[in-house]
């Protein structure tokens, strides 16, 4: 068994040999859960809602937009305006 504590702001420190063996690190994503009166962490993958290209287009976008001071709705007109380009 390995020991942990919480410290100031609820902040848990996840033992060094725990994050060896399954090979988490910096700014994955884990899911906590309550199961039984026990807290089970799950790593997560975290699928990004836009491709790099899409990206690309949508900072593009910003990068127009911003200097015509346009805006979009987020939502239904924001998601057809970056399907369009």
Known sequence: ?????????????IPSA????????????????????QIVIIPVQVEPRY????IKAIDDMVAQEKKKA??????????KAIHAL
Do not use: A, C, R, W
Not at 6 to 12: E, L, P, Y
Not at 25 to 37: A, Y
Not at 51 to 54: C, R, S, V
């Open 1 to 13: 068994m390995i020991l942990g504590k919480i410290k100031h702001k609820n902040q848990v420190t």
């Open 51 to 54: 491709t790099p290209e899409e």
């Open 18 to 37: 725990i994050v060896k063996l399954l090979g988490l690190k910096h700014d994955d994503v884990l899911s906590f859960v309550v199961q039984k009166g």
């Open 70 to 79: 346009k805006t979009y709705q987020v939502g239904d007109e924001f998601e």
